[in-house]
């Protein structure tokens, strides 16, 4: 990728960089959403909860296992594999999953809507995450341009950085408070919902005609 860059040969290494990049390629984060969409279906056809609970975790265990040897030894030959940490993220991602659904989900529905009503800020972020992963690099660096005319070298300074990290997370916060009040309308998982609603009428008319 970067021989095609130093080359100027930016298609090659525009599209090399969405495949293999060391930041956020698609592979392996598109497995990602391919185990999710497992899980998902697994839940769906209504299958035994403690079964799923308990294949996750192994599968998030082994994968966590796997990632963390690999990444020992790439370190051992002398180079850091950026993909081994995709790994253990899986892992853990897969861990914290099977938690909150034990803890939540699984729970009978009286006890859910408790612990729902409970934690109700929590859930505004996971009804935006994608929105909020798009729309969250160009606000902070807002935030960062402005912090950096009054404090220039901050990014040096480990309390200012938390500071950063809570005043961006606090804004959101304050976001979402309002647009729950539209039900995130305009929201990237809004305009995704709204297309499948249209996809499947649409698949529905053509069945009945």
Known sequence: MYDALYNNNYPLAISLGYLINRDFPIFPILSFAIYGSILGLSLAKGE???KIAKLWLRFAAIIIIFGIVFLVISLSLGFYAWNFIRFIQLGVY?????????????????????????????MWFGRTSLTILVLEVPLAEIFRLFLSLIYPNWVNDLFICVLFGLFNLAMWGIILFFWKKKNFKGSLEWLGAQIVKKASRA????KDQ
């Open 48 to 50: 035994d909860k403690h």
């Open 94 to 122: 897969f861990l914290i999953i099977v938690a909150l659904l034990s803890a939540i989900d699984f729970k009978p529905e009286d006890k859910q809507k408790k612990i729902l009503e409970r934690y109700r800020p929590v």
């Open 203 to 206: 698949s529905k008319k053509s």
